[in-house]
């Protein structure tokens, strides 16, 4: 079967982009990176991407005269590689209703934070602000609005009471590399069909608890022993 062409849209380090690249490079993976594009040049990401043997292009934003413009180019350089499917990782533009209508239902980006809660940027603040228990990270297929889309995976970690943003965001950042790579799989494979505004997984593999992640930090704890509890 022929794998599945993915170019990725990277703006910074590529932490995520690197769990991707190393799922990529599993022999028997139904899935290769053709292509990592990023609007900023000398970011760590295109050196992960050099390093693997990936192409890669840099298309700055500031080159162009607005972000239909921008969009366009950048639409053009995935074409000419063939990519079929595309991540975002750590891509800081918003891209147009065009672009994400021409690429529908193929576009899919990782969240720092159990979406629909938290949207925008801050996440680990708003968390924090809003006194929750648990957090999190959302692996969705995108749409024209901010931080919307299907759900595909969320991974969960728990909020700790000396935690502050760094901390907070650290542990989000390692169910990330987790959840993202869980995701492209599914999609590779062929087991996820978009049906309005929910993706259905295909349950039929054993590897579906997969999308169950909840990877608390710590042992679960008793349950208090309250009276008349069997």
Known sequence: MARLKVGVLVSGNGSNLQTLIDLCATPDFPAEIVLVVSN????????????????TQVIAHQG???RLAFDQAIDAALRASDV???CLAGFLR????MFVELWHDRIVNIHPSLLPSFKGLHTHRQALDAGVRFHGCTVHIVRPLLDDGPILVQAVVPVLPDDDEQSLATRVLEAEHRAYPSALRLIAEGRVTIDGARARIDDKFPAVAELLMNPLDRPSLPLPNVPGRG
Not at 40 to 55: F, S, T, W, Y
Not at 94 to 97: F, N
Request: aromatic content about 8%.
């Open 40 to 55: 900023k040049p000398d970011v760590m990401a295109l050196e992960r991407a050099a390093r693997a043997g990936i192409a």
């Open 64 to 66: 162009f005269p607005d």
């Open 84 to 86: 079929e499917f595309i």
């Open 94 to 97: 918003v891209l147009s209703e």
